[in-house]
């Protein structure tokens, strides 16, 4: 039997170990390094969600999709405006209570509002004596709210009165969290009393200075208060009970019931949708000119506010930089009506993680395994993917989920596993391809670069391979005959066709030694039929060489007649050489051996001679035995065998085989009768 392989410093373990190769191993390591990232992607989206870069991105995204949305008209909506020109007519701001007395009778006794909403504090008494009263007496026994702010900047500051509360914050589902305050700016307890009710105005501020969301409930003391827009939408739905769970609020009156999702931090998400304004805005001068129609406001929620920009309402929406504040109940309690409230839950990051995680995970553990151009689809793939499941979410579940950092893990997985493509197996595959693309075949460099790692030039290790050498006989005195140019055309030929059949049979041509060429199978690849690859290769190398020798005798040069020895055995691959120049080789007796087998062909007249060990590991090409020979530098005598070639070989080449192998039997049994 032919000795085993060992594994050599450097090496790798055969076929059927245990051992990762080392291409397997970068790729772990780079799908261990993308796990990395996705983890540390997910774990910032559950901690921070909303913050920083990703946060603003976030932001801005949503804000492009509500200015995308066309705004639905509300007819169950007016804003009664103090405008420009209620101010030019009624002079500045504030005005005397009695002019608000006269607009709120307009608007409920006249108008046949259903529910009226100031976005005004009365938090300080007129300077007209009884002035006060006339605004109670016109508020008393109506369905109007005033509003007024809640504040954490006085330190507890009370002024005012404040509205009964809703609920006690017991009441709140567990794990709900609601902003909670120190002090208030009410309205006098004169004008609360007679008011059908109050509601904060409190909007919620993002980081970047925009609203887009409103809180429905806060807490002072251990107390919940109604926002504005809660308490006219209960009003308007006949006292509307209020029932909380952890996602939503449920409002049921004796005029209907709606649910509003719950963002966090019992706010919900006004339902902006572009630039238009959805809502009949009547001019106060109008209203209290008496010029305003009964039929603009019977049956409707009317709002009380202001689009002039002295008096300081105006706010910066997603549609807007200059968005009057009283449009922004408006819009929220539109959104009630008609279901349209999208909800930002307090898991939103969690849910986001969750999905990007997927999507990570899967291309951390894909990108690996393809090159740059795969890596690349596969990073378009993942994005794609985050944006429609995100679109997903919003469209069909009301859903407004971060989407920010998930692009952005893709972004850095892809970016990643281009670089470590590019630096690692890129740098190796083009190593492999300029260190064996002399030696080597093109496709099996081709294949040779699907595993790079595993072809390292600064390793080398111990292989089983075959050894074939092939010499021109007669050269020496070919030479002297021939001019210089016609020998180098001669031999260009010659190891060109040579070259050419060995590739073909997946081989490793080794070097040219002058007019003979080394070559082996079974590595750099391996080949586990490497010793009848390398039989089928010399005898398609005599095939060969007749074809060209008669193409020379053509040319009126010598004919061409080639020896070929081929051994299998263990070996020493990898590159070797100096400092200076170094090249892929094999080194061992076995290639020594192979050598002295193509010398013996001369001695034998027959074109190939193979070892003993070649002939025990062929499966497919059958040996015959030729004889024991003695062999320079060895004690024993060495068993040399012939190839019998196959059905279909050219019959030319098979009778030459035979005739020599029969010719050297003979000259064996006549030297043996004759001792």
């Known amino acids: 039997m032919s000795a ?39 774990a910032w989206q559950v901690g921070a969600p909303g913050s920083g870069w990703f946060g603003a991105l976030d932001r801005w995204t949503y804000d492009a999709r509500l200015g995308m949305r066309d705004p639905v008209a509300d007819d ?69 709210h005033l509003g007024y702010y809640f504040g954490n900047e006085s330190k507890g500051m009370a002024i005012g009165e404040l509205p009964p509360p809703v609920l006690p914050v017991l009441a709140l589902p567990p794990g709900q969290k609601v902003t909670s305050w120190d002090g208030y700016g009410a309205n006098l307890a004169q004008l609360q009393n007679a008011a059908a009710g109050a509601g904060f105005l409190n909007p919620l501020v993002d980081p970047d200075g925009v609203v887009r969301a409103l809180p429905l409930l806060a807490a002072h003391g251990d107390q919940l208060y109604s926002s504005l827009a809660l308490g006219l939408l209960r009003d308007y739905l006949g006292g509307a009970a209020l029932v909380l769970s952890d996602q939503s609020m449920t409002l049921r009156g004796s005029q209907g019931a709606v649910s509003l999702p719950i963002s966090e931090g019992m706010t919900a998400l006004v339902p902006f949708a572009g630039k238009a304004r959805p809502f009949r805005y009547v001019s106060a001068s109008e209203v209290l000119a008496g010029r305003a129609e009964r039929q603009w406001f019977e049956g409707r929620i009317v709002l009380v506010g202001t689009s002039a920009p002295g008096l300081t309402d105006l706010r910066a ?57 795969g890596v690349l689809l596969l990073g378009g793939i993942g994005l794609g993917t985050l944006v ?44 492999v391809v300029e260190l064996f693309g002399e030696y080597v075949a093109p496709e099996l460099v081709k294949q040779m670069a699907l595993d790079p790692l595993s072809h390292r030039a600064d390793t080398s290790l111990d292989r089983e391979v075959t050894v074939l050498f092939a010499d021109i006989r007669g050269f020496t005195a070919m030479a002297e005959k021939m001019q210089p140019e016609q020998l ?76 070929i020895g081929i051994n299998s055995g263990v070996v020493r691959v990898g590159e070797m050489g100096s400092k200076l120049r170094r090249a892929y080789t094999v ?24 070892g003993e060990a070649t002939s025990r590991l062929c499966r497919q090409m059958q040996c015959s035995h030729l004889d024991r020979v003695t062999v320079a530098g060895r004690i024993e005598r060495v068993a040399v065998y012939v190839p019998v070639p196959a059905d279909g070989m050219p019959r030319l080449l098979a009778s030459a085989l035979e005739a020599s192998a029969e010719a050297a039997r003979a000259d064996r049994d006549s030297s043996m009768a004759g001792q």
């Open 488 to 563: 180098r055309e001669y031999l260009n030929e010659f190891l060109t066709a040579m070259t050419e059949v060995i590739h073909a049979h997946r081989g490793t041509v080794d070097k040219y030694i002058g007019d003979a060429v080394m070559a082996f199978w079974g590595a750099p690849l391996e080949d586990p039929a490497h010793a009848d690859h390398a039989v089928e290769a010399a005898l398609a190398m005599q095939t060969e060489a007749q074809l060209l020798s008669r193409r020379f005798v053509a040319r009126g040069l010598p004919p061409l007649a080639v020896g």
């Open 317 to 373: 929406t997603p549609v807007g930089a200059t968005f009057p504040g009283v449009q922004i109940h408006a819009q929220l309690i539109s959104g009630a009506l008609n279901g349209t409230i999208r909800q930002r839950p307090a898991d939103a990051g969690l849910i986001a993680a969750v999905g990007m995680g997927l999507v990570g995970l899967a291309l951390a553990a894909s990108a690996p395994l393809i090159g740059p151009l």
């Open 388 to 431: 429609a499941w995100n679109t997903l979410a919003l469209g069909n579940f009301a859903l407004v989920l971060p989407l920010a950092a998930g692009l952005a893990m893709v972004l850095v997985l892809t970016l990643f596993n281009l670089a470590a493509g590019y630096f690692s197996e890129g740098r190796a595959r083009r190593a």
């Open 4 to 42: 085993k392989p060992t594994i050599a410093a450097g090496g790798r373990a055969p076929p059927g170990g245990s051992e990762l190769s080392p291409l397997a191993r970068s790729r772990l390591r780079r799908f261990a390094a993308g796990v990395a990232i996705v983890l540390g992607f997910c």
């Open 76 to 144: 169950r909506i007016v804003i009664v405006d103090i405008d420009e020109r209620s101010l030019a007519e009624h002079g500045r701001w504030p005005w005397p209570r009695a002019v608000l007395a006269d607009l709120a009778r307009r608007l409920t006794d006249d108008g046949g509002a259903a529910v009226v909403g100031f976005d005004v504090v009365f938090a300080e008494p007129s300077r007209e004596a009884g002035d006060d009263a006339v605004l109670a007496a016109a508020l008393a026994g109506h369905r109007v």
């Open 587 to 610: 080194i061992g007796d076995v290639v020594n051996l192979a050598a002295r087998l193509e010398g013996l062909t001369k001695r034998f007249e027959v074109p190939v001679i193979v």
